[in-house]
């Protein structure tokens, strides 16, 4: 088999294994309700279902008298990597936290209709006081124009031809470690980073999958980005 076929079973197999482990954190499942949310033959889901155990993903139990399939602590760790943004937003809100958003530019009645495909997002934890300084909205700002304006050139330089029929979201999220960036600026870490950086040219690997799921999953694509931070 190439391994392009490889990739994409690979691909449909992770989609799959996504689908009943986000079934599961909702809470114990018996097979009949996993097999009509999921479409699955019997002997499809059960193969599926074997997998995950023998990967301590989920494990099988009684409840009522009834056999139901569990998310184990491995396979809560799993979900949480599957939507890792999600789950962030989700423990700031637990926690009361703070919600800003806005960066929509405003549009005079006269002039030819303007689409701006993005707003600015900011969620943070209700602790941390002065965020609007240490994050400040010009930046924002300026972050979302600078963003669009490279996706726009891009498009246009390599004549992507886009769908106009598609009503879907693209999400780029940065969750930041109040603490490791406290660290980060005790330690002067981000200037011992920019020279190595300078002096390899180079910023290291960075791997990107096309969804993330089963720990063991090979990776999809690998990118360097060279000469990315001005001097």
């Known amino acids: 088999m190439k391994n392009g076929g490889y990739i994409t079973q690979q691909r449909i197999k992770d989609k799959h294994r996504d689908k009943i482990i986000t079934l599961l954190k909702e809470g114990p499942q018996r097979f009949s309700f996993l097999q009509n949310a999921t479409g699955h033959s019997p002997a499809g889901l059960t193969k599926m279902l074997d997998d995950l155990i023998d990967d301590n993903i989920i494990t099988k139990t009684i409840q009522n008298r009834k056999l ?70 010009d930046y924002l700002i300026q972050m979302q124009l600078d ?60 791997w990107l999958q096309d969804s993330i799921s089963a720990e063991k999953r090979p990776y999809i694509m690998k990118y360097k980005i060279r000469g990315s931070l001005k001097k």
Not at 89 to 101: A, D, F, Q, V
Not at 114 to 119: A, H, N, S, V
Not at 158 to 177: A, Q, Y
């Open 68 to 137: 139901v399939y569990v998310l184990t602590k491995k396979g809560q760790r799993v979900f949480e990597k599957i939507f890792l943004l999600s789950d962030v937003l989700s423990e700031i809100k637990s926690r009361n936290g703070k919600y800003l958003s806005g960066g929509v530019p405003l549009q005079r009645i006269k002039t030819p209709p303007l689409y701006w495909p993005t707003i600015v997002h900011l969620a943070v934890d209700k602790e941390i006081d002065n965020v609007l300084q240490i994050i400040p909205k």
């Open 147 to 206: 963003l669009i304006g490279f996706i726009s050139n891009n498009v246009k330089k390599n004549k992507i031809k886009l769908n106009e029929k598609l009503e879907r979201k693209i999400v780029i999220g940065i969750p930041i470690e109040y603490s490791d960036l406290v660290k980060m600026i005790k330690n002067n870490s981000f200037e011992k980073w920019k020279k190595m950086w300078e002096k390899d040219k180079e910023i290291n690997t960075i």
